[in-house]
C-alpha cells in the first residue's frame, strides 16, 4: 500500500495502501491534518459519517438536523425512536450506537479498504516510516475476502521469521480476537505492542487449512528499504526494494551509483513482496530511471484527474533495467513497474502482481476515531487500471516460495529461477547472449 505523503498538488495527505499495506506491521494510513474536519466543530456524539450528530434530548422525528440526507433519514429517525420508546433507556449508548450506525454503513460498501477506525486505534505510530519500530517484523495486506489479514513477507531475522511465518499466511485472530473484516490498520495496531511482550497469532499457513496458535514476542525492527546485492557471477546487481520510505529514493540512488562504480552493466530492480509506502518516493524513484512523462494519475470520486509526473534530474534513465514482481509487489510497486513498462524502461518478470491500485484516506471523526476509506483509484501512464487487476509481468516466471529464496532471502541467487531469469534478459539486452525473446 502506498502511505500518506505531502503532495505538492493538494494540502491532503493520502494513502495508496498497499497492505501492505505496506504493508511491515508498518503503518498503513496517517491522518489528514491540513483538510478541515466538519465533525470537529460540533458537540455531541457523532451518528453520522459526514459530521452530522445527534442529541440526546428526545424529539420528534420532524426536529431532525437539516443536513441528514434523505436516504439517510432513518438512521435519525431509528434513535429518535429509540430515545422515546425503548423500554430500558439506560442501554442507549449515543457513542455506541454511533460507532454500530458507521461500521454498518462502510460495512455496506463491500470494499476491503473502506473501514471505521475506532478511538483505540487510530493514533498510529510513524516509527514504521523511520525504518525503525516495534513489532514481529511482517509486511501484511487487506484479505480480499475479508478473512482476516494476509501475510505478503516477513522480514529476515524478525521474530515472524524465526516463529515460521511464511509470505501468504493469513492471520485469523490476534490473542483469541477474530479478525475477520480488519483494515490494516486494525490489524498493525493489534499486533504491534512493546518490545519484550508477546502476542498470539492464530494463522492458517499456505497449503494447509488448519489454524495454529503461534506465540511471537515482540521487538524492535530495523528494516533498511534498501538493500544493495552483487549478482554473483554477472556484470550486475540487484536493488532489492522492501518498502517505499522517504529515505528511499535516496538509498536507491546510492545503492545503484555504488553498484555501477562497482562494474555493473545492468541493474535487477527486485520489487517482489513490496506493500508500497509513500507515494513520493514512489514517484522520485522512478524519476530515477526515467526522463519525462507521467509516472501514474489518478482519477477521483467525481471523475477528476490528478497527474503525478517524472522529476527532472534522474541519474540512471539509460542504464539497462529488468524489475521483478510477484503477487505480494502491491500499491507503490505497481505503480513503479507499471510507469516503467509504459515508458519501455524495463522487462517485467515474475507473476502477476497484487492488484492494490485504490487511493485511500484517512478522515478524523470528533468521537476520535476516524474513516478510512477509498477515495480514487491510480492508473498507469498508458491508462491501465491497477485496482484488482495488478500488474502482468512481460516475462512470467513462477517461484516456490517454499525454497527458501526471492521472497523470503534477501541475498539468495542461487536456486531462484526469477532472478535467473532476470539475468538471461541482461545478457540478450546488452548482447552478450543470444535468446529467443
Known amino acids: ?50 459530521g452530522t450528530h445527534a442529541t440526546q434530548t428526545p424529539l420528534p422525528i420532524a426536529d431532525e438536523p437539516a443536513a441528514v440526507p434523505d436516504g439517510l433519514q432513518i438512521v435519525w429517525e431509528t434513535y429518535s425512536i429509540l430515545l422515546r420508546e425503548y423500554v430500558i433507556p439506560e442501554h442507549i449508548d449515543p457513542d455506541v450506537l454511533a460507532e454500530a450506525a458507521v461500521i454498518g454503513m462502510l460495512d455496506a460498501l ?15 505510530n510513524q516509527d514504521g516510516f523511520q525504518g525503525n519500530f ?31 511465518i511464511k509470505a501468504g499466511d493469513r492471520i485469523l485472530a490476534v490473542d483469541g480476537e477474530d479478525a475477520s473484516g480488519w483494515s490494516v490498520l486494525e490489524a498493525v495496531n493489534k499486533i504491534r505492542g512493546e518490545k519484550g511482550t508477546d502476542v498470539v497469532l ?45 529515505e528511499t529514493p535516496k538509498e536507491v540512488r ?20 513490496n506493500p508500497g509506502g509513500l507515494l513520493s518516493s514512489t514517484v522520485d524513484v522512478a524519476s530515477e530511471f526515467l526522463s519525462d512523462g507521467l509516472v501514474t494519475y489518478e482519477v477521483d470520486s467525481r ?12 541519474h540512471f534513465p539509460d542504464i539497462p533495467l529488468v524489475t521483478l514482481v510477484d503477487n505480494f509487489s502491491a500499491s507503490g510497486s505497481e505503480v513503479l513497474t507499471g510507469a516503467l ?20 484516506l484517512l478522515r478524523g471523526l470528533s468521537n476520535g476515531g476516524g474513516v478510512y476509506l477509498t477515495i480514487g483509484r491510480w492508473f498507469t501512464p498508458n491508462g491501465r487500471m491497477i485496482e484488482e487487476i495488478g500488474i502482468e509481468p512481460d516475462v512470467v516466471v513462477e517461484f516456490d516460495q517454499e525454497s527458501g529464496s526471492g521472497l523470503n532471502s534477501q541475498t539468495a541467487t542461487g536456486g531462484d529461477p526469477q532472478i535467473q531469469a532476470a539475468i538471461k534478459q541482461l545478457d540478450f539486452q546488452l548482447g552478450e547472449v543470444s535468446v529467443a525473446p
Open 202 to 246: 492464530t494463522v492458517e499457513h499456505v497449503g494447509s487449512l488448519d489454524p495454529v496458535d503461534i506465540t511471537i514476542t515482540r521487538d524492535t525492527i530495523d528494516d533498511p528499504s534498501v538493500t544493495v546485492i552483487d549478482v554473483a557471477d554477472t556484470d550486475y546487481g540487484r536493488i532489492r526494494i522492501s518498502q517505499f520510505t522517504a
Open 254 to 273: 546510492e545503492g545503484v551509483q555504488q553498484l555501477i562504480d562497482d562494474g555493473a552493466k545492468g541493474i535487477i530492480l527486485d520489487l517482489r513482496g
Open 1 to 50: 500500500m502506498i502511505f500518506p505523503s505531502t503532495r505538492s498538488h493538494s494540502t491532503r495527505l493520502i494513502i495508496l495502501i498497499a497492505v501492505v499495506v505496506s504493508s511491515l506491521l508498518i503503518i498503513a494510513a496517517c491522518g489528514n491534518s491540513d483538510d478541515e474536519n466538519p465533525a470537529s466543530k460540533n458537540e455531541g456524539p457523532v451518528i453520522l459519517a459526514d
Open 110 to 124: 463491500d470494499d476491503r479498504y473502506t473501514a471505521y477506525i475506532s478511538p483505540s486505534t487510530f493514533q498510529i
Open 134 to 164: 516495534g513489532g514481529i517484523g511482517a509486511q501484511v495486506e487487506a484479505s480480499p475476502d475479508r478473512n482476516g489479514v494476509i501475510i505478503t513477507k516477513p522480514l529476515p531475522n524478525t521474530p515472524a521469521e524465526k516463529a515460521g
Open 341 to 360: 513498462q509504459d515508458h519501455g524502461r524495463t522487462v517485467a518478470i515474475g507473476t502477476n502482481t497484487y492488484g492494490k491500485g485504490s487511493v485511500n
Open 303 to 314: 471523475g477528476d484527474r490528478e497527474e503525478w509526473k517524472v522529476k527532472k534530474g534522474g
